[in-house]
């Protein structure tokens, strides 16, 4: 059990080694401390005089993926602030989890001031969302793919490796006792309600990663946010995509972008 969870938290091998060979673009790096960790930031633009646009990236990714928006996000005349998780990229530390990607973010965006808008990718939506509820200041937020179920990944991952269901459950208390948090609290139907401002929730329908249906439960009880579909782009192509930035980008500048999701006792979910 103890491998497991180990393994649990931290990142594939190699990713680290792909985030240092990707493109950076003009962006200025720094590195600040956030809770003993060295945090390699990135920042396109100037945050200081510029509305900016804050990016969490996902699990064994990197801040640098935001990239493919950077220009399009500059015309409009927003800055960009991304940053390598600890036990990702540049960053320090071996090892990471949904709370501690929460964290991080709600620290940058703490010493960043409020931010126009925060992008999350995977794991980032999560905790994109997480942070929102938690006090995270941003007028907008898009989650590209986002992660909903902590539990359910947790048990995702039991079956990949082998681990036993009382085993999981161990595995599920350990982490539980030792970050002082309860993996049920940090799913989407208890913290969405929570975020009181718009979100776009961009999903595709054939992502084998993280399912579209984890997508549509944030726009499900997110009262204030729509759910824009997608086929064929999978888990990663989908933060890549030009039709996806321009949906994005609209998106900031006020217009409804994709459908909004509803639910009642006697409808699990739907379309308004």
Known sequence: MQRAAQLFCTPLPGSRERARRAPRGNARESRIEIGGTSIVRYVWGDPLHQPYVLFA????????RILPWVEPLGRAGYAVVAFDQAGHGDSGGRQSTLPDFTNVLLEVGRRHGAAAAVIGHSLGGAAAA???????????????????????????????????????????????????????????HRQAPWIGRPGLIV????????????????????????LLSTRGLGHNRILDDPAVIAAGMRFLQGQDIGERVVSSPNLPFGLA
Request: aromatic residues 10%; hydrophobic residues 45%.
């Open 203 to 226: 999903h595709d329908l054939e992502d084998r990663e993280v399912p579209w249906a984890e997508g549509e439960r944030w726009a499900r009880h997110w009262p204030d946010s729509r």
């Open 57 to 64: 990236h996902g699990w064994s990714s990197h801040g640098a």
């Open 130 to 188: 997480l942070a929102l509820a938690g006090g995270l200041q941003a007028e907008r937020a898009i989650l590209v793919a986002p992660a909903a179920d902590p539990v359910d990944a947790t048990h995702r991952f039991a079956g990949v490796v082998g681990l036993a269901g009382y085993l999981c459950q161990r595995m599920f208390e350990m982490f539980e006792a030792r970050m002082g948090i309860r993996f049920d609290d940090q799913q989407a």
